[in-house]
C-alpha cells in the first residue's frame, strides 16, 4: 500500500481483528478463518462479466439489435424445442439472448463505473469539507444528507427521466443522486478523526493552506475508504440501473440492458421464461459477486467500516 | 419535547418546499413545461391557453408564486393521460398501496427478526452462514426480478397462486412476499448484530446471574433492547416499502400509487408524475416524523441526544 505510515492507527496485526467483535460474523461468511480467504470464485465471475463487456463485439455470436423474427423465441439449447445456434434462446424479436446479455453487461458496467465515479466524487469532496471545516458548513451539508437520506432518490430519477428524457447521461445522474449522501456522511467521520492527527497540525504550522492540507494530508488518507465504499456500492448501482431500466427510465431501446430485457419477457412468462429469467440471473450473481469481493475488500482495507 | 417536535416540523416543512422546489424547476429546465404537459396532438391554441392558464407568459419568480399558490390549495395539476385532477388519481390509488404495505412490514418482521435472533444464538456456526447466506441473497435479487420469478414458480407452473391484479386473498401473497422481500436481510442483519451487542452488555450478565431461564433472557432481556435499532429505523422502512412498491406493484399490475407512478413515467405524464412526487415526499416526511416523535416521547435519550 503507497499509503503513508500515518494512515494506519494501530498497528498491523491489530487492524485484521475486527474492530466491533458484535459484527464479525459479516467477515466470516464463506469460511470460519479469521483471515478470510480470496473470494476466487467471485473474482472469476466479475472478470467474465467485465471481459464480456469490454470485448462484447467480439464474443456475441450475432448482433444483439437484429431482429430474425423467423426464429423467434427458440428456448435454451438444454430444453425441448432448443437449438445449439442459440445457446440461450432468443427473445419475442428473435434476438439472440446470449449476444444481448453480452452487450448488455457493457451498459451496466459503463453506468457503474460512471456513477460511482460522479456520485462518489461528489461524496468524497462533501465529506471531506464538511469534516474538515466543520462548524456552520458541516451543519448545513450534514443536514443536506440527512434530506437525502430520509427522500428516496429514485422518485427524482424517474423524474429526471421524463424532464430531461431517457440516455445515459440522466441515468447516470440520477444514480448519482442515489449515491453521493452514504458517501459523505463515512467519509465526513473519517476525516473528523483524522483531523485530530498531528500531521494535519504541523501541515498547519508549516503554513499550508486549507485546500492543500485537504488535497495532500487528508485526501490520501482517505482513500482506502473511498475504494471500499466504491466496491460496496457496485451492487447497488447495478440494481438501481437495472430497476430504472425495467421501469422504462434507463438507457432506451434497442440498446440491450439487462433491466429492459428482464422487462421485455415479462408478459411471456408462461410460454418463454427464458427472456426474463435469464438476464435477472446475471444481475444476481453479478451483483452477489461484487458484494462478496466488497465484503472481503473491506476486511484487507479498512476493518472499521464493518458497522456499514 | 415540545422544542424537539417544533425543531422536527420546521425541518419537515423545509424538506418539502426543497423538494416542490426541485419538481418545479425541474419541470422548466428543458424548455416550455407546457410541452410536458400537453398531449403530443396538441393545437397551437391548447398550448396558448395553457400557457395563460399556468401564467407561462410571467417570469419565472411569478410562475413560482403561482404553482406555489395552487399547491397549497392541493392543486398539482390535471394528469394528461386520466383527464383528472392528479391529486385525484393519487388519493383514489393510495388505499391500494395501503393495504399491502403493513402485510409486506408484519412478513419482514416475522421472518427477519427471528432469522437475526437464531443467528445470533449460533454465532459462527453453520446455521449462521446459513442465514447470512440467505441476506446476502436477498440483497443481490432485484426485486422486479424476484417478483417475476415467484409469478413464474407459483402460478405458471404450480398454478396455485394469481399472477396479478386485486381480488381476494390469494392475490397479495405473491406482491407482499416481494415486496416484503428486499427487507427481511435488511432486518436480519440488523437485529443479528443489535442482538449480539445486548448480549454482552451488564444487564443480561445480572438477568443471568440471578437465575433466570435461558428463555426468558434471550426473549425478553435482549430481544426486547435489540429491537429498539430496528424500531427507530421504522419510518425509513416505511418509506423504503413505499418506493419499492412502484417496482411490485408494476409486475403484480397492482392499482396502486407505485403502479401510478410507472404510469407516468412510461406515458410521460409529467402533471402526474409532478404530483405524485410531491405526495410520496408528503406521506414519507410525515411518517418519519411521526415515528420520530413517538420515538422521542417513549426513549427519553433521542430528543436529549
Redesign the interface.
Known amino acids: 500500500m503507497s499509503i503513508p505510515a500515518s494512515a494506519s492507527p494501530k498497528p498491523a496485526s491489530e487492524t485484521l481483528r475486527p474492530a466491533i467483535?458484535?459484527?464479525a460474523?459479516?467477515a466470516?461468511?464463506p469460511g470460519?478463518s479469521r483471515r478470510r480467504r480470496v473470494p476466487w470464485i467471485p473474482i472469476c465471475i466479475i472478470a467474465i462479466m467485465v471481459s464480456m463487456a469490454l470485448f462484447a463485439p467480439f464474443l456475441a455470436p450475432y448482433s444483439p439489435i437484429d431482429q430474425t423474427l423467423r426464429d423467434k423465441l427458440i428456448p435454451p439449447f438444454w430444453v425441448d424445442g432448443g437449438s445449439v445456434s442459440y445457446i440461450l434462446g432468443t427473445d419475442a424479436f428473435g434476438r439472440d439472448m446470449l449476444s444481448r446479455l453480452i452487450y448488455g453487461a457493457r451498459v451496466s458496467l459503463i453506468v457503474a463505473a460512471l456513477a460511482l465515479t460522479a456520485g462518489g466524487g461528489i461524496g468524497l469532496l462533501i465529506g471531506i469539507v464538511a469534516g474538515y471545516f466543520g462548524g456552520a458548513v458541516d451543519n448545513v451539508l450534514m443536514?443536506l444528507v440527512d434530506?437525502a437520506?430520509?427522500?428516496?432518490a429514485?422518485?427524482?430519477a424517474?423524474?429526471?427521466?421524463?424532464?430531461?428524457?431517457q440516455g445515459l447521461g440522466t441515468l447516470v445522474l440520477a444514480i448519482s443522486l442515489l449515491l453521493w449522501a452514504s458517501f459523505a456522511r463515512v467519509i465526513r467521520g473519517e476525516v473528523l478523526s483524522l483531523k485530530q492527527r498531528d500531521f494535519v497540525a504541523l501541515a498547519k504550522v508549516r503554513g499550508c493552506s486549507s485546500a492543500r492540507i485537504m488535497l495532500t494530508h487528508i485526501l490520501p488518507n482517505v482513500l482506502n475508504t473511498f475504494m471500499v465504499l466504491v466496491t460496496l456500492n457496485i451492487?447497488v448501482v447495478i440494481?438501481a440501473e437495472?430497476?430504472l431500466s425495467?421501469?422504462?427510465?434507463g438507457i432506451p431501446p434497442p440498446t440491450p440492458t439487462w433491466?429492459l430485457m428482464?422487462?421485455d419477457?415479462?408478459g411471456r412468462?408462461?410460454e418463454a421464461?427464458w427472456v426474463?429469467?435469464i438476464p435477472?440471473i446475471a444481475?444476481?450473481l453479478l451483483?452477489?459477486s461484487v458484494?462478496?469481493f466488497g465484503d472481503w475488500l473491506r476486511d484487507r482495507l479498512d476493518p472499521r467500516l464493518r458497522?456499514l | 419535547m415540545k422544542r424537539y417536535i417544533v425543531y422536527r416540523l420546521l425541518?419537515g416543512v423545509v424538506?418539502l418546499c426543497?423538494?416542490a422546489t426541485?419538481?418545479f424547476f425541474?419541470?422548466r429546465?428543458?424548455g416550455n413545461p407546457v410541452d410536458?404537459m400537453l398531449p403530443e396532438d396538441a393545437t397551437p391554441a391548447d398550448r396558448m391557453a395553457m400557457i395563460k392558464a399556468l401564467g407561462l407568459d410571467g417570469s419565472l419568480f411569478q410562475q413560482f408564486t403561482i404553482f406555489v399558490g395552487n399547491a397549497s390549495h392541493g392543486d398539482l395539476g390535471n394528469s394528461i393521460r386520466m383527464r383528472q385532477p392528479a391529486v385525484e388519481a393519487f388519493f383514489s390509488r393510495l388505499p391500494n398501496t395501503l393495504a399491502i404495505i403493513p402485510w409486506a412490514l408484519l412478513l419482514a418482521m416475522c421472518a427477519g427478526i427471528p432469522l437475526g435472533v437464531i443467528?445470533a444464538l449460533n454465532?459462527?456456526n453453520m446455521i449462521?452462514?446459513a442465514a447470512?447466506?440467505v441476506a446476502?441473497?436477498g440483497?443481490?435479487?432485484?426485486?422486479?426480478?424476484l417478483g417475476?420469478?415467484l409469478?413464474?414458480v407459483f402460478s405458471?407452473e404450480l398454478g396455485w397462486l394469481p399472477?396479478g391484479r386485486m381480488g381476494g386473498p390469494e392475490h397479495y401473497v405473491l406482491p407482499v412476499i416481494t415486496l416484503g422481500a428486499f427487507l427481511v436481510a435488511g432486518f436480519m442483519?440488523l437485529v443479528?448484530?443489535s442482538m449480539?451487542?445486548v448480549m454482552?452488555s451488564e444487564f443480561v450478565k445480572l438477568a443471568r446471574i440471578k437465575g433466570l431461564s435461558e428463555s426468558v433472557v434471550i426473549w425478553k432481556h435482549c430481544l426486547r433492547n435489540a429491537l429498539i435499532p430496528v424500531l427507530t429505523l421504522w419510518g425509513?422502512f416505511v418509506?423504503?416499502l413505499?418506493?419499492g412498491a412502484?417496482?411490485t406493484e408494476?409486475?403484480f399490475a397492482w392499482p396502486g400509487v407505485g403502479r401510478l407512478?410507472?404510469e407516468?413515467?412510461?406515458f410521460?405524464d409529467?402533471p402526474l408524475?409532478?404530483a405524485v412526487?410531491i405526495l410520496?415526499?408528503i406521506l414519507?416526511?410525515g411518517i418519519?416524523l411521526f415515528v420520530d416523535i413517538l420515538y422521542a416521547y417513549v426513549d427519553p435519550r433521542i430528543r436529549l441526544a
Open positions: 467483535p458484535a459484527l460474523w459479516i466470516r461468511l470460519r443536514r434530506a437520506f430520509t427522500f428516496p429514485i422518485l427524482f424517474l423524474l429526471l427521466a421524463v424532464t430531461m428524457g451492487g440494481i437495472a430497476s425495467f421501469l422504462g427510465a433491466g428482464v422487462s419477457g415479462r412468462i408462461a421464461w426474463s429469467l435477472g444481475i444476481t451483483v452477489l458484494n462478496v458497522q | 425541518q424538506l426543497l423538494v426541485i419538481v425541474l419541470g429546465l428543458t410536458l443467528a454465532r459462527g449462521d452462514r447470512g447466506t446476502v441473497l440483497i443481490a435479487m432485484p426485486s422486479f426480478w417475476i420469478l409469478i413464474y405458471v399472477s442483519r443479528r448484530s449480539l451487542e454482552e425509513v418509506g423504503n413505499i418506493t412502484i417496482v408494476t409486475v407512478t410507472y407516468a413515467v412510461i410521460r409529467f408524475l409532478q412526487i410520496k415526499a414519507i416526511l418519519n
